[in-house]
């Protein structure tokens, strides 16, 4: 071969190489999704019921790391310092990026620029819950006593700046009443004095409330989703009361900033073909979890519209983390 032709030969060769076309088609590789939670909870259920099929789908195998601390915050940085290149994912609950934002100061990272909104999967409602010796068995009458009693009656939480707190200040608000907020380390903590008789009242997913409604020593009142849930029909919305309430919480994927928009879509796709499938439906189910699909960038404006409506209950509340 002569220099003319050699050098030819090896310009098409450049060419081809940084051409999508002669690019390894994704996924090449194993897949890294980090959970910013510990093991066990809603969005690791999630992660592993959901990643399991989708590997299946793509050939490739999908790692679960959960990364915890600083409510989510130090995976979520994790994502967001990762190479944008369609290999590292964050299974989160919205709180991450909706609240977390405007209770922490000096956030270390920016929860709309910083991540590509890949796919929400599910909606994960909470409920109000009365101890048997609360005087309210329906909503109606909690409203009542509270309104009677300003202050006397509190709710447990999950803790300070949560989703469960964020639901019980705007139930505070658009009722007009006035229950004490009672912040512990985690659901788990406060469903266990709520069971006890500790407290008279707790927000929880009901996956956490269940064994205590089973042994009959809470009723679960409402739920703070717009509408009622699959799993509980006779359980009325808090929004059948209080007309335009509502606190959902969800739980989806998202990817860091940048990531090519090729391997979001056929991410997204994989995702939304595994919630699909009925055995997957139905341990999500089991989970406390509602399917509720929204991948791109239909997700992308409700990661925006949840983070401008999450941010004014925190301001009006005046919530912080101290």
Same mark, same amino acid.
């Given at each position: 071969?002569? %220099?003319?032709?050699?050098?030819?030969a090896i310009?098409?060769?450049?060419?081809?190489? /940084?051409?999508p076309?002669?690019?390894?088609p994704?996924?090449?590789?194993?897949? %890294?999704?980090?959970?910013?939670?510990?093991?066990?909870?809603?969005?690791?259920?999630?992660? %592993?019921?959901?990643?399991?099929?989708?590997?299946?789908?793509?050939?490739?195998?999908?790692?679960?790391? /959960?990364?915890?601390?600083?409510?989510? /915050?130090?995976?979520?940085?994790?994502?967001?310092?990762?190479?944008?290149?369609?290999?590292?994912?964050?299974?989160?609950?919205?709180?991450?990026?909706?609240?977390?934002?405007?209770?922490?100061?000096?956030?270390?990272?920016?929860?709309?620029?910083?991540?590509?909104?890949?796919?929400?999967?599910?909606?994960?409602?909470?409920?109000?819950?009365?101890?048997?010796?609360?005087?309210?068995?329906?909503l109606?009458?909690?409203?009542?006593?509270?309104?009677?009693?300003?202050?006397?009656?509190?709710?447990?939480?999950?803790?300070? &700046?949560?989703?469960?707190?964020?639901a019980?200040?705007?139930?505070?608000?658009?009722?007009?009443?006035?229950?004490?907020?009672?912040?512990?380390?985690?659901?788990?903590?406060?469903?266990?004095?709520?069971? &006890?008789?500790?407290?008279?009242?707790?927000m929880?997913?009901?996956?956490?409330?269940?064994?205590?409604?089973?042994? &009959?020593?809470?009723?679960?009142?409402?739920?703070?989703?717009?509408?009622?849930?699959?799993?509980?029909?006779?359980?009325?919305?808090?929004?059948?009361?209080?007309?335009?309430?509502?606190?959902?919480?969800?739980?989806?994927?998202?990817?860091?900033?940048?990531?090519?928009?090729?391997?979001?879509?056929?991410?997204?796709?994989?995702?939304?073909?595994?919630?699909?499938?009925?055995?997957?439906?139905?341990r999500?189910?089991?989970?406390?979890?509602?399917?509720?699909?929204?991948?791109?960038?239909?997700?992308?404006?409700?990661?925006?519209?949840?983070?401008?409506?999450?941010?004014?209950?925190?301001?009006?509340?005046?919530?912080?983390?101290?």
């Open positions: 071969m002569n %220099r003319a032709l050699f050098a030819a310009s098409t060769l450049a060419v081809m190489a /940084n051409s076309v002669s690019a390894q994704f996924p090449s590789r194993s897949i %890294r999704v980090i959970v910013p939670f510990a093991a066990g909870g809603a969005a690791d259920n999630m992660a %592993r019921i959901t990643s399991e099929r989708v590997g299946q789908a793509l050939g490739q195998s999908i790692t679960i790391e /959960n990364l915890t601390g600083a409510g989510g /915050n130090v995976g979520a940085l994790q994502v967001a310092r990762a190479e944008p290149n369609g290999y590292t994912l964050m299974a989160t609950i919205d709180s991450v990026l909706t609240i977390n934002p405007h209770v922490t100061p000096k956030m270390p990272f920016d929860a709309i620029e910083d991540f590509e909104p890949l796919i929400k999967l599910v909606d994960v409602p909470l409920y109000l819950a009365a101890h048997r010796s609360f005087p309210g068995k329906t109606p009458e909690a409203i009542a006593a509270a309104k009677a009693k300003p202050g006397q009656y509190s709710i447990g939480s999950s803790g300070q &700046g949560s989703p469960h707190h964020i019980i200040e705007l139930l505070n608000r658009s009722a007009g009443v006035q229950f004490a907020h009672v912040p512990y380390r985690g659901a788990a903590q406060s469903l266990a004095d709520l069971g &006890g008789g500790h407290i008279p009242l707790a929880g997913a009901y996956t956490a409330l269940r064994q205590f409604v089973e042994s &009959g020593t809470v009723v679960i009142l409402a739920t703070t989703g717009p509408v009622r849930t699959p799993a509980l029909p006779n359980v009325p919305s808090i929004a059948e009361t209080v007309p335009g309430y509502s606190v959902t919480s969800w739980l989806g994927f998202l990817a860091p900033a940048k990531t090519p928009k090729a391997a979001l879509e056929r991410l997204a796709a994989e995702y939304a073909a595994a919630l699909r499938l009925p055995e997957v439906t139905e999500l189910r089991k989970g406390g979890m509602d399917p509720a699909p929204v991948a791109l960038d239909e997700f992308g404006k409700l990661l925006r519209a949840d983070h401008a409506r999450m941010g004014k209950i925190v301001r009006d509340a005046a919530i912080t983390l101290n």
